[in-house]
């Protein structure tokens, strides 16, 4: 959505790297930059007038002058209002004391809200709540019968006593605000603590549909309006959420589509513009494609800094606890890493989402783009494939994979031999780093580590060599004679040396005596 945005500033800012003293001239040329980024981005005009003067006032001013580094001070301060026009801090759903806490969806038509309030309902559930979908739409063509199915898809309940019309030649005859207060009362009835009530919308903002949606306002009383709007509508945003804003004063806004390939500078306008936070965001067609909205979280992508924590959360989210467990338990007892091992990484990875979304929240993401927008998602389907059509000990063993078995194993994945052939040496380089990272021999090459292409290891073999001295005589039987002398050498030396402790006490000592805490003696075997 703000690849635009993003690569025109990150350009803008590369300008500024290695200057130890920003002129005039420079802040003036870098906020001019900014303000044809944020417009060719469809930010509104008022919304850049305000953020680019904010940003030139404060670059001018001693925070930068006396910085060591003021080309990223003016990062700083662009990250920074950035987080203030897209609403400051993070806004939740303030829920109400006495359940059921009421939240209605309002916004034009093709906004997304049913979708959306399927998304919401299961968004809500994995929180611990227990929402009640109400259709409240009756006049858009099966619009009931789409939250229906977002509700059997998300696993909540959806009331729906009116079924709405079936085609544009019906004409609505159901009351949209008797049904929302119908379905408020079942929910208080059915012990919900959510009720989610999906509203009619229009092709455009008209009295009708603001009417409308006021009388089912004050028929039920919601604790959260939240205006859904829809991401790539230009400049328009500003126009529609005001008009909304006037007519039933929502208390937040939902950002859907976020995953187009618009300017999407409503975003940045809307929660500006009518002073109402920006509180969730959807980035896909999928219901678990919704999030909570961050604002330092997205100006940190719109600047090309990445996204981390998000990126940890939906781990934590969908990482299997069991399995990671059994991989421990398997790197911790040495045991060797099998392609069964592999293929169950793969779907942990798969369970995560889409690959590219989640390499696009990496810090410097956008200087990939053109390789990620290539990636292929079916990669890890392909995988998948081949190693299924292995049997149980080719997966334990696949050493024994010859010419004719990788040949059946490609035509049971539909794949070429060279895939299954590339598959299998990604596979060994990292059964080979396994088992030397298992071994306790850390990463191979890494300096200041064990193991081979280590420093230490690297110094071990220097001392053993230097240990084992050649026979310096070329007489055989004279060498023999010098080897036997140097070996009992070491052995009187071995005899002489003292017992006990490794740092040179003499004999056994008393635990006791170093007042150590209690139950420490265990660990000193006594």
């Not at 989610?196 to 009417?211: F, H, K, N, S, W």
């Not at 009518?274 to 980035?283: E, L």
């Not at 696009?360 to 079916?378: I, S, T, V």
């Amino acid at each position: 959505m703000f690849n635009s945005l993003s690569d025109r500033l990150t350009a803008t800012f590369k300008n500024l790297r290695g200057k130890g003293r920003l002129t005039e001239a420079d802040i003036d040329a870098t906020v001019r930059e900014i303000r044809r980024a944020l417009l060719d981005a469809d930010v509104a005009v008022t919304v850049v007038r305000a953020f680019t003067a904010r940003v030139k006032e404060r670059a001018l001013g001693l925070e930068v002058s006396q910085a060591l580094n003021p080309g990223q001070q003016i990062v700083k301060i662009v990250n920074e209002e950035l987080v203030n026009i897209l609403g400051g801090e993070t806004r939740r759903i303030r829920l109400a004391k006495n359940p059921p806490t009421v939240i209605m969806l309002a916004g034009l038509q093709g906004a997304g809200k049913t979708t959306l309030a399927g998304k919401l309902s299961k968004w809500l559930k994995s929180q611990g709540h227990s929402p009640l979908l109400v259709a409240c739409d009756l006049q858009r063509p099966n619009a009931v019968r789409q939250l229906q199915v977002n509700g059997e898809r998300a696993g909540v309940p959806v009331f729906a006593p009116h079924p709405g019309v079936s085609s544009e030649f019906e004409s609505a005859t159901g009351d949209p605000v008797a049904v929302a207060r119908q379905g408020v009362a079942e929910a208080r009835t059915r012990l919900h603590d959510v009720v989610i009530v999906d509203t009619a919308g229009r092709l455009g903002v008209d009295a009708e549909l603001m009417q409308q949606a006021a009388d089912i306002r004050d028929a039920i009383r919601p604790d959260e309006v939240l205006f859904v709007i829809d991401a790539m509508i230009g400049q328009d945003a500003v126009n529609t959420a005001l008009a909304f804003d006037e007519g039933v004063n929502f208390t937040g806004v939902v950002l859907t589509k976020l995953d187009g390939d618009a300017r999407g500078g409503a975003a940045l306008s809307v929660a500006s513009v009518t002073g109402k936070p920006v509180m969730f965001a959807s980035t896909g067609e999928g219901l678990n494609d919704f999030e909570l909205f961050h604002p330092d979280r997205m100006a940190s992508r719109i600047l090309d800094m990445g996204d981390i924590l998000t990126l940890i959360e939906q781990a934590e989210k969908s990482w299997d606890s069991d399995e990671a467990a059994r991989m421990a338990k398997k790197f911790a007892d040495q045991e060797d890493f099998t392609l069964d091992d592999f293929l169950a990484q793969m779907q942990q990875i798969r369970n995560m989402g889409s690959m590219k979304k989640m390499l696009m929240m990496m810090p410097g993401a956008a200087g990939m783009r053109e390789q990620l927008e290539n990636f292929d998602e079916r990669e890890i389907d392909r995988v998948e494939a081949i190693v299924r059509s292995m049997t149980p000990h080719e997966r334990l063993a696949p050493k024994i994979l010859n010419g004719s078995r990788r040949a059946r194993i490609a035509k049971g994945s539909g794949v070429h031999v060279s895939e299954v052939n590339g598959l299998l040496e990604r596979f060994t380089q990292a059964q080979k780093m396994m088992r030397k990272m298992a071994s306790g021999g850390g990463m191979p090459g890494m300096p200041g580590m064990a193991g081979p292409g280590g420093f230490q290891g690297a110094r071990k073999t220097k001392a053993a060599v230097k240990g084992k001295k050649k026979p310096r005589s070329g007489n055989p039987a004279k060498a023999a004679q010098e080897l036997q002398e140097s070996e009992a050498r070491r052995a009187a030396a071995r005899s002489a040396a003292p017992t006990g402790a490794a740092f040179g006490g003499q004999g056994d000592f008393d635990p006791s005596s170093l007042n150590l805490p209690k139950g420490f003696d265990k660990f000193l075997g006594k």
